[in-house]
Nanobody
Framework: QVQLVESGGGLVQAGGSLRLSCAAG???????MAWFRQAPGKEREFVAR????????IYADSVKDRFTISRDDAKNTVYLQMNSLKPEDTAVYYC????????????????????WGQGTQVTVSS
């Protein structure tokens, strides 16, 4: 079992920035960590992913060039730096951890991740 705890959410004006953190009990057992988000009335969607060993990243088109995912393995923490925030970024943001292996066809979908945090609310006002 891997426990994930998100923090850093809040209320920010459009154009502002926030940094989310995900503290994991351990990260050495996961191949990749990711952030997903769920807006009211919508399904949860992929935001960004980073692999443990090489630090390779993938981003959703909607956040590319605005958001940056990173990790600090010494602290077992994954970050999501969010810049140039828009009202449509408003959602609950979830941290997720994969199994020790992950197929390429599930890198950006929920079933590719084994453990999930409780989520942190991000609200962007216009």
């Amino acid at each position: 079992q891997v426990q994930l705890v998100e923090s850093g959410g809040g209320l920010v004006q459009a154009g502002g920035s926030l940094r989310l953190s995900c503290a994991a009990g351990r990260t050495d057992s996961s191949y990749a960590m990711a952030w997903f988000r769920q807006a009211p009335g919508k399904e949860r969607e992929f935001v960004a992913r980073i692999t443990r060993s090489a630090g390779n990243t993938i981003y959703a088109d909607s956040v590319k060039d605005r958001f940056t995912i990173s990790r600090d393995d010494a602290k077992n923490t994954v970050y999501l730096q969010m810049n140039s925030l828009k009202p449509e970024d408003t959602a609950v943001y979830y941290c997720a951890s994969s199994a020790p292996t992950q197929g390429t066809n599930v890198r950006t979908v929920e079933r590719g991740y084994r453990y999930w945090g409780q989520g942190t609310q991000v609200t962007v006002s216009s």
